[in-house]
């Protein structure tokens, strides 16, 4: 192992090479390295035409991660689980085929880490059959440069599965808290583990090299071997980091009770503001399960705990989020993928494992365009791509399914209170179309798999039925027709239509502690 600035990463890497990033968001990110990529690249025009792979989203939305990369003729392809943290430049440039991008499930791609590293034919998985993953729609492919087909769909056994076959891996960045001098690396102080370990493990196999970034190097020996979770013989070269550039998330430099080195009472969770994202939370929250092991989305449904904690029934819960994080309170906001109070913290592939196996009891994910048959939409809207992220594999293997989101979006104002809600201002987009723009979840093959579904919103609660999608509740102080059905772009099933609980409505609800023990 060697120690190196950030500045001497740009001549190790050449032009046309396969780099895989570790991280999610800023989370676990070589940020500086990448930063010192960046600025070879703007002197030298090396390395040029690369091609980058993550597991998740790579960025803050602005000024990091793949912004670095984001300049014309530096990266030629871009696959990645999500793309909603990418960044203007870069997808500015996805927008136009400036660069072939493809999208594939998180889970699939943390999976085919730990195939790259065992050197098998890839990976064979069953998640993404019936959505734009599929080959036979999209084959994930987010715009017209795509030149190549990185996804199969073939027959084993009499079944249809999908086929990732594995690239080869030149170069893995990857981060850490600490380096020893032989180069074993420790993630003491990051709040996940992600997939460091088969990343490093993947470039080894295909004889490419390791760089990892470090907040500091240590004495050989002073790790304890538990605590090692990317052995020395895997890492090449190291780079020490500024602290500016080792934040633990987006938006925090570094908290240790989202690493787990400190436990925070739970009044300590800030209680949501009453407005429509919480009677959606408070609406949603009432489909948890005393003890049922439950997975929380990014958006609304990750201010569902807020709501359990302001309601005194957090300790009942067992939640869990697909970076794999386990127990305790799901962080929301620029920390979200992390926890307070973690009961447990594993690689993210072996959370995958866990998901795609059927771990799951209930899920709760956002909703950003639905249609009759209760397909999904969250991964591209308006032609231009957000990505599917962890919800693919969620979605494809939990018995119950929570979709949560505003009936409309695009400049909504409404007023809750006094047990009611107003509209006052109607969005400018409907969410509820006559056909989604793009499959991320199929409903009726959730339908076949006899998935229970359900869509919540601020003023109508949806079920999905074998026929379609029914309407069940609306909101008080909503009209049916003029707030319910004049922005739908299709008439739903209309069956035993009920009130939601005008308490849900009000500054305090007290409610959810009865809704659980009815459950």
């Known amino acids: 192992m060697k120690v190196i600035t950030a500045d001497a990463v740009g001549p190790l890497v050449r032009d046309g090479a396969t780099v895989f990033l570790g991280g999610l968001a800023m989370m676990g990110l070589a940020e500086e390295v990448l930063q010192g990529l960046e600025r070879h690249f703007l002197a030298t025009g090396h390395p040029s035409q690369l091609t980058t792979w993550a597991c998740g989203a790579i960025g803050n939305a602005a000024d990091g991660g793949m912004a670095h990369l ?10 990645a689980g999500h793309f909603g943290q990418t960044g203007a430049q870069m997808m500015a440039r996805v927008h136009a085929g400036e660069v072939e991008a493809y999208n594939f499930p998180q ?20 998640v993404g059959l019936g959505t734009f993953v599929d080959p036979r729609i999209e084959g994930g492919k987010l715009n017209a ?34 380096a020893d001098e032989h180069g074993n690396l420790s993630l003491d102080k990051e709040g996940l583990l992600l997939e460091q370990l088969s990343i490093a493990q993947a470039a080894r196999a295909c004889g490419g090299i390791v760089i990892a970034q470090v907040e500091a190097v240590v004495q050989a020996g002073s790790l304890h071997p538990k605590s090692v979770k990317v052995p020395g013989f895997l890492v090449d070269y190291v780079v020490v980091a500024e602290p500016r550039n080792h ?60 709501v359990a904690a302001e309601e005194g029934v957090a300790q009942l819960l067992s939640l869990s989020v697909e970076c794999g994080v386990n127990g305790g309170v799901p962080a929301y906001g620029g920390d979200f993928g992390m926890a307070y109070n ?45 990505g599917c992220g962890g919800f693919i594999n969620i979605t494809a293997s939990t018995p119950r399914l929570v979709f949560c989101g505003t009936f409309t979006a695009g400049g909504l104002e409404l007023a809750v209170g006094d047990g009611r809600l107003t509209i006052v201002k109607e969005g400018r987009s409907r969410k509820f179309v ?86």
């Open 247 to 306: 934040k633990q998330t987006i938006t925090t430099q570094f908290n240790p009770a989202l690493s787990g080195d400190v436990r925070v009472p739970m009044n300590a969770v800030p209680a949501l503001p009453l407005d429509e994202r919480k009677v959606i939370a408070r609406r949603a929250a009432m489909a948890l399960r005393p003890g049922a092991i439950t997975n929380l989305g990014i958006g609304i449904p990750a201010g569902i705990p807020a």
């Open 342 to 386: 973690a009961e447990s913290i594993i690689e993210q592939a072996s959370q995958f494992d866990f998901y795609d196996g059927g771990g799951l009891d209930c899920s709760f994910l956002g909703l950003a365009q639905t249609d009759a048959a209760g397909n999904v939409n969250v991964s591209k809207f308006n032609g231009r791509p957000v």
């Open 70 to 79: 984001a300049h014309p003729g530096m990266v030629r392809r871009v696959v």
């Open 107 to 126: 889970g699939s791609l943390s999976h085919l880490t730990r195939h790259i590293a065992s050197r098998t034919p890839g990976l064979l998985t069953q």
């Open 434 to 519: 006559e056909q989604v723009e793009q499959i991320t979840f199929n409903g009726s093959d959730a339908a076949r798999r006899r998935q229970q579904v359900s869509f919540i919103t601020e003023r109508a609660v949806f079920v999905l039925q074998p026929e379609g999608l029914a309407l069940t509740e609306i909101a008080p102080g909503v009209d049916l027709e003029r707030d319910v059905l004049a922005h739908m772009g299709f008439r739903p099933l209309i069956r035993d239509l009920k009130l939601m609980d005008a308490a849900l409505f009000q500054p305090h609800w007290g409610g959810l502690a009865a809704a659980l023990a009815k459950a």
């Open 145 to 178: 440069a795509c030149s190549e087909d990185l996804v199969r769909l073939v027959q084993l056994d009499g079944q249809e599965w999908l086929h990732y076959p594995c690239p080869r891996i030149d170069v893995a960045l990857i981060r850490a808290t600490y």
